[in-house]
């Protein structure tokens, strides 16, 4: 079974719009989420990330909104650019565990 | 630089061979993992290990066995590969057992089984 899920599948904005990635997940223990970044050919990176005890997390134009009773969670890239296309993978880990379930991805393209 | 170094890039073997994929870190990381990557799937976790000597089942285990000799050296092994492990393989290394621990990854190995 799937325990972190996203959506959409894929997405395609225009250059400048803001772009938002959904990510639920089922395990309540879960209590760090991660967002990966992949380009083609690479392998994914660390793009950021957020605590349960907090309910939104910003880095440059990369926001996480986070709502722990929904266990639900958003990845917003505002001013979306061409460069920003890629793979999107939410991941959860928490409890005694530290390995992290990612979810399914979504595939990102900003049109210019 | 701290760094996640996979081989080979590519590989292609026939159903019932013997494959062995390599990972190499230099992150003086702890933990070790093997991910395969298949569309619509996302990244499933295979075998982990926390150090030298130590392995543990991951999530999609079946068909694949793994050993951790060193610190920095985990090898995944398909002894007898068949189709359905053509994928994309990813190795990572993360520091600590404790939540918040982040992963590097490799670059991966793409495997076809024909």
């Known amino acids: 079974q799937q325990q972190v899920r996203q959506s959409p599948q894929s997405l395609t904005v225009w250059e400048g719009e803001t772009a938002i990635l959904n990510c639920s997940y089922e395990n309540s223990a879960f209590d760090y989420f991660p967002w990966y970044q992949q380009f083609p050919g690479e392998g994914p990176a660390l793009l950021i990330a957020i605590r349960s005890v907090s309910d939104k997390k910003e880095d440059g134009g990369f926001t996480i909104f986070f709502n722990k009773r929904e266990k639900n969670l958003s990845l917003h890239i505002k001013d979306s650019q061409p460069g920003d296309s890629a793979t999107y993978f939410c991941a959860a880990s928490g409890g005694m565990g530290y390995k992290l379930t990612f979810g399914t991805g979504t595939s990102l393209l900003v049109d210019p | 630089e701290a760094a996640v170094t996979q081989s080979p890039r590519n590989k292609v073997t026939v159903t019932g061979g013997n494959v062995t994929l390599s990972c190499r870190q230099t992150?003086?990381?702890?933990?070790m993992y093997w991910y395969r990557q298949d569309t619509g799937h996302g990244l499933r976790l295979i075998h982990y290990?926390?150090?030298?000597?130590?392995?543990q089942i991951g999530d999609v285990p079946d068909g694949y066995k793994a050993t951790r000799t060193t610190q920095e050296d985990f090898f995944l092994l398909l002894e007898l590969a068949s189709p359905s492990q053509t994928s994309l393989y990813f190795c990572?290394?993360?520091?600590?057992?404790?939540?918040?621990?982040?992963?590097?990854f490799g670059s991966g190995t793409r495997l076809l089984v024909i």
């Open positions: 990572a290394s993360s520091a600590r057992d404790r939540e918040g621990s982040d992963y590097t």
């Open positions: 992150n003086s990381h702890n933990y």
């Open positions: 290990s926390y150090g030298a000597g130590n392995l």
